[in-house]
């Protein structure tokens, strides 16, 4: 008989040892949590039957499932400390495990709690577990009851041991302009590390959620798969360490150099948690259960459409002033848009902003630019039928600003030494571990949302890391809780946001994909996922970053030809099915696009409003992967009930004669019969599958043939195709 939906059975056998199964309906966790013994992890992977679980207690290694430095210190570990006599060493064992179910909400919370045998110092290990997702959540709390603080020194998340063999990791890298890089690698003896030390954004260069294929190279559609994502928005150590053993040991966590956290008597360190799951469909089937669970758990308004909109900072830059404002927020409620951003460059009063090196910190509006303010484009997009949003940057300042004219005690800076600047030769991060610092931040937003309750959505920026170590407001001693402290202050101002301001949009931009993680994203709808916008590079990136997060989170927008990022040219219609494919918008000055350009893109608002729900509610089935190289990318989205689904085929090489693979199609009901329609079409013949019906059986087996170019006259380097598929009777 199957455990039944999050079961936990903890059960003392013959004095040997307890048995603790925490599970959902599709994956399990087996640990065994005797007290006095050492806590040890036993199974990670597909649903149990409850009859194999005494078997596999028997027969299956055991191993640590906190593993702690100080008693056995060749091996890897998950958590270090000093305590007040100078002790490096720390031995636990399970003093209790408990469960508490909450019926309300669906879910169960299973508690570890580990004693050292000689201080009393406390690590609870926790799982969460809820009865309609995939998805277990585990973190740790660390505590202790010792007379003077005890330095912690490393503070993992979680530890998971991964039996060897042909393993795969897969994981996220990139750079400005390039995010969200998909990399994919065998397993070898050796540790491999994947770091962030930015200190403020922390998805730029690498990201803080990976994938494990056990049965060799990795699979869109198939073989046994764990996916592992940090919720956090700071600094994060994800390790793989291969030693000599049977084992690859990941622990993942809170990176903790330059962090020692000094742990006062009665305080409860919380480390972040880390969402596991598995999947046997590979590692779109990893991300299906990571979006499902993202968009009802961890995303701010996750079952809310968003809006089509149009952001400025393409179209103008710097350069705005209110005529111009206006013509864009008409030309975009003309082609059938619903909200318009404006974006930098509108506030500064002493200092103007200009350019990127004044006014960050002075959130007052420049009235040369806009002589009514931001009522007066309020009204009017209110008389467009339109919303208004409008961008910025709060943890910030310039050198040359009203803010760090009054409050140089703000910033983070070395003592004694000269700030270190950023962006513009002039920006500062303010430090958000100063209490005084937090409520300007909050401040920000809500005098802005308290003056013009009607703003819509807010694009909130942060372009620099941190680039040197200080903080005014911490003692001498607390120096290294800069980055900790940073991000607690970070998500306390979110959170004061969201409990007085639940129903705003906000974007989390950060010098482009910098934030795109689950740690932020309860406050946060979507983020932007680069700066660079062009349509060939954004189909490698908003593949790779879908491995972890649902297209409603990321912003995808049609820019202008050239690409001001590459500077390659491509036409609208591959510009709009890309953008098509996740959260549509625009990043351009519509005064510059062609009358066929406009008309095109018209339409494809009004289709993608029709498609909008499937793409930003349903289920992503990633079929062919561009980093195949061989000329293709694919993919799709069907809804929960597998009656309406989007296909999407892209070109990325243009090759004359060359053949590039048919792509089946996966996800529908095989049972079911669907009528294939063209979307966004641009030929003057229709596609042979245009109108015709064909089982779900047959098109997952398939596919349909698609010819690699488009007719005269608008062939090109650049093909790509949009299918509507709708269930028929």
């Known amino acids: 008989m199957r455990m039944t939906l999050l079961a936990l059975a903890l059960a003392v056998g013959a004095g040997a040892s307890a048995q603790l199964h925490v599970g959902t309906s599709n994956v399990s966790l087996l640990l065994d949590a005797q007290p006095g013994e050492r806590f040890e992890y036993v199974y990670f992977g597909p649903a149990l039957a409850e009859a194999d679980i005494p078997a596999i207690m028997a027969t299956e290694t055991h191993v640590d499932a906190y593993p702690v430095y100080g008693m056995d210190v060749c091996n890897p570990y998950a958590f270090a400390a000093t305590h007040a006599d100078g002790s490096m060493a720390t031995d636990v064992r399970v003093e209790s495990a408990t469960q508490t179910r909450d019926e309300a909400a669906g879910s169960t919370t299973t508690r570890v709690r580990l004693k050292d045998t000689m201080y009393p110092f406390y690590i609870d290990v926790v799982y969460l577990t809820r009865d309609d997702c995939d998805v277990i959540e585990t973190w740790t709390e660390i505590s202790h009851q010792e007379r003077k603080p005890v330095t912690l020194t490393e503070f993992a998340s979680a530890y998971l041991p991964i039996r060897r063999g042909d393993v795969w990791l897969s994981h996220l890298n990139g750079a400005w302009g390039n995010e969200g890089n998909l990399n994919q690698e065998k397993l070898t003896p050796g540790i491999k590390t994947i770091r962030n030390i930015d200190g403020v954004r922390n998805s730029q260069n690498a990201h803080s959620e990976v994938m494990f294929s056990l049965d060799g190279k990795p699979d869109e559609r198939k073989g046994r798969t764990i996916g592992a994502a940090l919720c956090y928005s700071g600094n994060f150590d994800l ?111 002493k200092y103007p902003r200009t350019g990127d090196k004044s006014g960050l910190g002075d959130w007052v509006i420049d009235r040369n630019k806009l002589p009514d303010g931001i009522s007066g484009l309020l009204k009017a997009a209110d008389s467009l039928g339109i919303k208004f949003g409008i961008w910025i940057e709060p943890e910030m300042a310039n050198k040359y600003s009203e803010l760090y004219d009054k409050h140089p005690d703000w910033i983070v800076q070395a003592p004694g030494r000269d700030p270190i600047y950023g962006r513009g030769g002039t920006q500062l991060v303010l430090d958000l571990g100063n209490p005084a610092v937090q409520e300007h931040v909050f401040n920000v937003f809500d005098r802005l949302m308290s003056e013009y309750p009607a703003i819509d959505y807010i694009k909130w920026d942060a372009n620099m890391p941190i680039k040197n170590h200080g903080s005014h407001y911490q003692s001498a001693d607390g120096q290294s809780r800069l980055y900790i402290d940073y991000h607690r202050g970070f998500e306390n101002v979110c959170r004061r946001i969201r409990q007085k301001y639940p129903d705003v949009t906000v974007q989390a931009c950060a010098s482009g994909g910098g934030r795109a993680n689950w740690g932020i994203l309860p406050y946060f709808d979507e983020f932007w996922v680069s700066d660079n916008t062009d349509p060939l590079q954004r189909v490698y990136m908003q593949w790779g970053t879908s491995y972890f997060f649902p297209a409603m989170t990321m912003a995808s927008h049609i820019s202008a030809s050239p690409c001001h990022a590459t500077h390659r040219a491509t036409p609208i219609k591959y510009r709009v099915d890309v953008a098509m494919s996740g959260r549509l918008g625009l990043e351009l000055q519509p005064k510059h696009m062609t009358d066929f350009e406009k008309e095109f893109s018209k339409k494809a608002i009004e289709t993608y409003k029709q498609i909008r729900p499937v793409i930003q509610l349903g289920d992503q089935y990633r079929l062919h992967s561009p980093y195949e190289g061989d000329g293709v990318a694919a993919l799709m989205y069907v809804d929960e009930p597998r009656d309406h689904a989007v296909f999407f085929w892209y070109k990325t090489e243009d090759f004359h004669n060359h053949h590039y693979p048919r792509v089946a199609m996966d996800g529908l009901d095989p049972d079911k019969m669907y009528r294939i329609t063209e979307l966004n079409r641009i030929d003057d013949n229709p596609l042979a599958c245009d109108g015709q019906i064909f089982s779900g059986a047959w098109l997952m087996a398939n596919g349909v043939d698609l010819p690699y170019r488009h007719g005269m006259p608008y062939m090109s380097d650049y093909s790509s195709r949009v299918l509507r598929l709708d269930a028929v009777d």
């Open 239 to 349: 390790s793989v360490n291969t030693d000599a053993s049977a084992w690859h040991r990941f622990t993942a966590g809170i990176d903790a150099d330059n962090s020692a956290y000094p742990l006062a008597k009665g305080e409860v360190f919380v480390t972040p948690a880390l969402a596991l799951t598995y999947s046997d469909a590979g590692t779109s089937g990893v991300s299906r259960n990571f979006h499902r669970w993202g968009r009802k758990y961890r995303l701010c308004h996750g079952d809310t459409e968003r809006k089509v909109l149009l952001n400025s900072w393409e179209g103008i830059y710097f350069d705005v002033n209110e005529p111009v404002v206006k013509e864009m927020m008409g030309d975009i409620a003309e082609m059938g848009g619903e909200l318009f951003v404006l974006d930098d460059g509108w506030f500064g009063d």
